[in-house]
């Protein structure tokens, strides 16, 4: 037997137990836009979550859209605002956030999946009405009250939508997008939708996948293993702040509510979700809810 055969083994082998344990356990997975703009990684992405499918594992992807939302807004003339990591959506935006999460992305994701042999299913929170919100009230920045405009508070998710399609074998891709009680579009920070649904369908795991290594000290070093209260801490120094607080925010509702583990991950690493769940090492943070 070759080294490579003998490696491959061993990866399979170290694999297993992981395997076993994580079947039929169901995993929210967010899947952020700049990884979606890379069809290399995008590819990888989508054989990672029909591998999960495959060996008995229930995955469900909430997927953001930035940086495509914020290319099509350049087209009509606009700029993508931001306060503390939440998009300031006007009419206009929410148009565009409607048309570039609910159908160009969405699709996109199913069809890579179905091209590497997964059964996958696109749906926003408009679809049964499953994720209801009302509008988000005005935040003080420096002291001034600002509004995000079509920005949406999650009042609640209804799970059996996204049940019934992972009962029936299909990967529910889901788009970051609420309605209220008047049936108006809202758009919503995509790590706080996965953090609610993961709790709503009291999930195994939250993964969320970023453009970093994962949450890191004031040395800049990858921390591998935190707890909600630690959390607190590095927020309360300033260790963790601007764009990475909706993220963080997400991960200890989560963790607070009933999800036992949250991971942090890179999403730039190619197949970083196979090496975090059915590895020794991990590749990232793993937040650990207390007991």
Do not use: C, W
């Amino acid at each position: 037997m070759s080294i490579y055969n003998k490696e491959v083994a061993n990866i399979l082998i170290e694999a297993l137990p992981y395997i076993n344990r994580f079947a039929e356990k169901t995993m929210v997975i967010k899947f952020g836009g700049n990884a979606i703009s890379n069809d290399v990684l995008l590819e990888k992405f989508a054989l990672d979550i029909v591998l999960l499918k495959a060996v008995g594992i229930n995955p469900i992807v909430v997927h953001g859209g930035g940086p495509q939302i914020d290319a099509m807004l350049a087209k009509i003339g606009k700029q993508g605002e931001f306060i503390s990591g939440l998009r300031v959506t006007d009419n206009d935006t929410m148009d565009i956030v409607e048309m570039v999460l609910g159908g160009q992305i969405s699709k996109k994701i199913v069809s890579m999946m179905q091209k590497n042999g997964g059964r996958a299913i696109s749906v926003t929170g408009k679809d049964g009405n499953f994720i209801k919100v009302s509008k988000k009230p005005q935040i003080e920045i420096d002291k001034k009250m600002v509004d995000l405009g079509m920005v949406g508070e999650i009042e609640s998710i209804d799970p059996q939508i996204i049940r019934h399609l992972y009962q029936g074998g299909y990967v529910p891709i889901v788009a970051p997008i609420g309605v209220d009680k008047n049936g108006q579009s809202y758009n919503i920070n995509a790590d706080t939708v996965a953090g609610k649904l993961a709790v709503a369908l009291q999930a195994s795991k939250l993964i969320l996948l970023t453009n970093i290594t994962g949450v890191l000290d004031k040395n800049q070093k990858l921390i591998t293993g935190i707890t909600p209260t630690i959390v607190d801490n590095l927020i309360a120094d300033g260790t963790i702040s601007g764009g990475m607080i909706p993220k963080i925010d997400a991960a200890i509702v989560a963790a607070r509510h009933g999800v036992p583990q949250v991971h942090i991950i890179d999403g730039r690493i190619d197949h970083a979700i196979l090496l975090e769940l059915f590895t020794d090492s991990g590749v990232g943070t793993l937040i650990n809810a207390e007991r």
